[in-house]
């Protein structure tokens, strides 16, 4: 089959510049690729795209053709000379590589993008093909509404925060709106700001860096939206460090907005003004956690505070502070473009819209999917996922990140809803899902959830503090088979008073995975001599 390219024109590739693909060695095909163009006399251009999400077949190159854009991958060095031995510049789907057109990918085509709709398609920082594709639709429509009728929207959406709470956002929104920042002080002050919490730090999470890598107009748009919302003039996006990608690429976005006047003073001409600035964090996970970022963000050691006050009440530098994850102020453009019912048609009960889960771990098609809340876990993981890498059976799955439960095998039939997973003991936090085959060994990962909490708690609150070395100690005995009822006893208590003393989340939810392994899995607890050591 052969998809024909248009003549006498530079044969656009399109090969991907996101941190993934990069770590696949994308920088080096692209040069090679060109270098070979070069040799054999063929005129191309290569545009560096976001990714798709596919992360199973980084480096994905696409050729665009008549028919659309053909896909091949993985591709590396040594598959170079037979891509350009069997055409592949004039749309010959052949080559073994060859994964058809990439829109009829089974892994994307079934998929439900509305947040992820722009990446993979277009040059990340491209205010042309971003504008082609909807671009700042949301903007222009809510430089034309009130503040009240913005939040109005976004609270008719049914939008909850995707960073893990599930706090509803306009709820949020509005108390930001109504605050006064002055009123504890009887002075008259106007100062708010938006605080994008971009320090995504659970395993197996991505969609916040896909988002900044691959489409960050689209965050920009949201939190330009937010702040004409609650009329604030200022915004921060708190990254975490080891996104250097994500970096180069939010600086280059946020110039060249400010500079078309998408940002800045009067924005569009109207008047109105949103500045926005990166910072870096310092690789603390605890400064996930709003209050600890905000800490940060201050220049002071990353601390949780003791709420009340609300960040909406009392927030950055003491003022009201809109907090949101990447992924909630990523939606808010197509809210606004395309109105809050559109959004809520997604879904289903509470939790509305879609949710970018994300598959890694022990997974043999790791990647992102978007689809409307209630999608199963195991059609995520058998449709999607395709079994295990190592092509062993599976035995536990952790969805949420690293302070969330272990499910076995019977709740993997769970609706991917905030209500089902909170039913079923779980939770859906940032839509992380990391895969085990039947070689872990779940005593271990449950001292891991203990170890974890030991090396990032900030150490305000003794429970958290002291609680997780002691379960590290707890588990250490239990492993060796010293005492094991009474500390299986000590170690049912210890959980159940870091889940009712901590401060936060942190040391509250770092029991979940260890009473989940308990409960599940009480065979890797119980016999320690007959754990599984990983043979067939």
């Known amino acids: 089959m052969t998809s024909s390219v248009t003549k006498n024109t530079a044969t656009k590739i399109f090969i991907p510049r996101d941190t993934t693909a990069l770590a696949m060695g994308a920088d080096r095909l692209a040069r090679e690729i060109a270098a070979e163009a070069a040799k054999r006399g063929a005129t191309i251009e290569i545009i560096r795209n976001g990714s798709r999400g596919l992360f199973w077949l980084e480096p994905l190159l696409e050729v665009e053709t008549t028919a659309g854009r053909i896909a091949y991958g ?52 491209s205010l042309e093909d971003y504008q082609q594709l909807d671009g700042f639709n949301g903007l222009k429509k809510a430089l034309l509404m009130d503040r009240q009728s913005i939040v109005d929207e976004v609270k008719a959406s049914g939008l909850r925060g995707r960073g893990g709470a599930a706090f509803p956002t306009g709820i949020k929104w509005q108390t930001v709106l109504d605050a006064n920042p002055g009123k504890a002080r009887n002075e008259k002050l106007d100062q708010k700001y938006i605080v994008c919490n971009a320090d995504e730090g659970d395993s197996g999470t991505f969609a916040d860096r896909m988002v900044m890598e691959a489409d960050p107009y689209m965050l920009i748009e949201g939190m330009t939206i937010a702040g004409l919302a609650v009329g604030a003039d200022q915004g921060y996006i708190y990254l975490r460090s080891e996104y250097p990608v994500a970096h180069q690429i939010l600086n280059e976005a946020i110039a060249r907005a400010e500079s078309a006047g998408f940002l800045g003073t009067n924005i569009l001409g109207s008047g109105k003004t949103f500045n926005l600035e990166v910072r870096l964090g310092a690789k603390a996970y605890i400064c996930g956690e709003e209050t600890s970022l905000l800490e940060s963000l201050e220049g002071k050691r990353g601390m949780v505070r003791a709420k009340p006050p609300l960040p909406a009440i009392v927030g950055l530098f003491g003022q009201p502070t809109i907090v949101n994850n990447v992924l909630s102020l990523a939606a808010i453009p197509y809210i606004l473009s395309n109105g809050g019912q559109a959004y809520a048609d997604f879904g289903m009960g509470r939790s509305l819209g879609t949710l970018p889960f994300q598959l890694a771990g022990n997974i043999k098609r790791g990647g992102l999917i978007e689809l409307a809340f209630g999608v199963t876990l195991r059609e995520l993981l058998d449709e999607y996922g395709g079994g295990t890498f190592s092509g062993r059976q599976m035995r536990a799955v952790q969805v949420g990140g690293p302070l969330c439960a272990y499910l076995p095998e019977s709740q993997w039939d769970t609706p991917m809803d905030y209500e089902a997973f909170q039913a079923a003991g779980a939770a859906l936090g940032h839509g992380g899902i990391v895969v085990f085959d039947d070689t872990v060994d779940m005593s271990q990962q449950a001292r891991f959830s203990m170890e974890f909490c030991v090396a990032e708690s900030c150490g305000k609150c003794t429970p958290c503090r002291i609680g997780s070395t002691r379960g590290v100690e707890v588990i250490d005995r239990i492993r060796n088979d010293e005492n094991r009822a009474a500390n299986m006893e000590l170690l049912s208590d210890l959980c159940e008073t870091m889940i009712d003393g901590s401060l936060c989340a942190m040391g509250g939810m770092t029991p979940f995975p260890v009473q989940s392994a308990v409960k599940h899995f009480p065979e890797d607890f119980n016999q320690p001599a007959l754990r599984n050591n990983g043979e067939a």
């Open 74 to 125: 993985p591709v590396e060095s040594h598959d170079i000379d037979s891509l350009f031995d069997q055409a592949f510049l004039s749309g010959e789907t052949s080559h073994p590589l060859c994964q058809g057109l990439t829109e009829d990918i089974p892994y994307l085509k079934k998929q439900q993008r509305l947040t992820f709709a722009r990446a993979g398609i277009t040059d990340p920082v």
